[in-house]
């Protein structure tokens, strides 16, 4: 099994990716909708 703080180590890893794509679509989804409000 995996350790522990590895497990923690690779999960960090992702959110941080995971956060940063996260944000990107966000601001993307938030174009579109203003957009389509108008």
């Known amino acids: 099994m995996l350790s522990f703080s590895k497990v923690n180590n690779i999960v960090k890893k992702i959110s941080k990716r995971f956060q940063h794509q996260y944000v990107?679509?966000?601001?993307?989804?938030?174009?579109?909708?203003?957009?389509?409000?108008r």
């Not at 990107?24 to 409000?37: D, G, L, Q, T, V």
């Open 24 to 37: 990107e679509s966000f601001a993307y989804y938030a174009r579109i909708n203003h957009f389509w409000e």
